[in-house]
């Protein structure tokens, strides 16, 4: 038990023995007890209205003036304010860090309120490949302003484990990879990244593939050519192993361009739905042939 409830306790003590007394002395010791604790219910009731008053209408943070038992309960109150307010600017703290951090962030990021496709909050990069603009799009629909089908698709499916892509609303030139991201149960964070600048090395990467690969079929069919000749007319001893080492190199170039061609064709062609059976010891033998 603490100080102020001792003191307490012995407050009551100290009325209820004035009122013992006062009532002894007009023989009415039961009415002096009840005026006793009348008086001391009232003072508890007006203690009360003070704090209800200044929790819910006083713009001071500091606390009435009391006494006794009220003093340490003012106290607690005034504590647990000063703890949740700190509280406060420390979260108000960590979220001004998280936007700032977010809207440095190179990808577009649109936060969705929870349940809802509605936007609370967008990034600069955003702005940028999205086209939104603040205050005009703030607490829009997403589906409203990005209206691809693709998009739309894959935003109703609920199923967000793959992205998609689409050109960007506010620039055809560019394609952009946007993903959504479900965390704290029911919020949703958007994610759209810039994939141009990649989808265009890839291409160069694969007419490369291509080219390569062609450019070098015809000299090595000229090469293959010219040492099957000299192997045809039995050339010098001293020519025979440089001329089979010659051709053997040359087969594997050419199994090499033969690798590129492929590799070429799987890229650019689409894929297909229809499964052939491989034979699994033939296909090692011959990779184990060709190594």
Do not use: C
């Not at 205050?135 to 109703?156: C, M, T, V």
């Not at 394609?175 to 029911?186: D, E, F, H, K, P």
């Not at 690969?213 to 001293?238: K, M, N, Q």
């Amino acid at each position: 038990m603490t100080q102020a409830w001792q003191n307490e306790l012995w407050r009551l003590a100290g009325w209820l023995l004035a009122g013992t007394l006062v009532g002894a002395l007009f023989g009415q010791i039961m009415a002096g007890l009840l005026l006793v604790l009348t008086v001391y219910l009232a003072w508890h009731l007006y203690n009360l209205h003070r704090l209800v008053r200044w929790l819910r209408e006083s713009k001071s943070f500091k606390p009435p003036e009391a006494s006794g038992i009220w003093d340490e309960a003012f106290e607690h109150i005034y504590r647990l304010q000063q703890r949740n307010q700190k509280r406060k600017r420390n979260l108000s703290r960590m979220l001004k860090r998280l936007h700032k951090m977010t809207g440095a962030l190179p990808d577009a990021t649109v936060e969705l309120r929870p349940a809802s496709e509605k936007i609370e909050w967008w990034n600069t990069a955003a702005a940028r490949y999205l086209g939104f603009e603040f205050p005009r799009d703030s607490g829009q629909r997403i589906s409203n302003l990005i209206r691809h089908p693709a998009f739309l698709e894959y935003l109703h499916s609920n199923d967000y484990a793959q992205g998609v892509e689409i050109p960007s609303p506010v620039d055809e030139g560019k394609t952009l990879r946007i993903r959504i991201v479900s965390y704290a149960g029911n919020r949703r964070l958007l994610v759209a990244r810039d994939m141009t600048r990649i989808q265009k090395l890839e291409r160069m990467r694969q007419d490369f593939v291509a080219n390569v690969s062609h450019e070098l079929r015809s000299p090595l069919t000229v090469i293959s050519g010219y040492l099957e000749a000299l192997s045809d007319e039995e050339p010098d001893a001293r020519f025979i192993d440089p001329l089979r080492s010659m051709q053997q190199q040359t087969r594997r170039m050419n199994h090499l361009v033969d690798d590129l061609i492929l590799l070429a064709r799987l890229e650019s062609d689409e894929p297909g739905n229809g499964a052939q059976v491989v034979n699994m010891p033939d296909l090692i033998a011959l990779v184990i042939d060709q190594a």
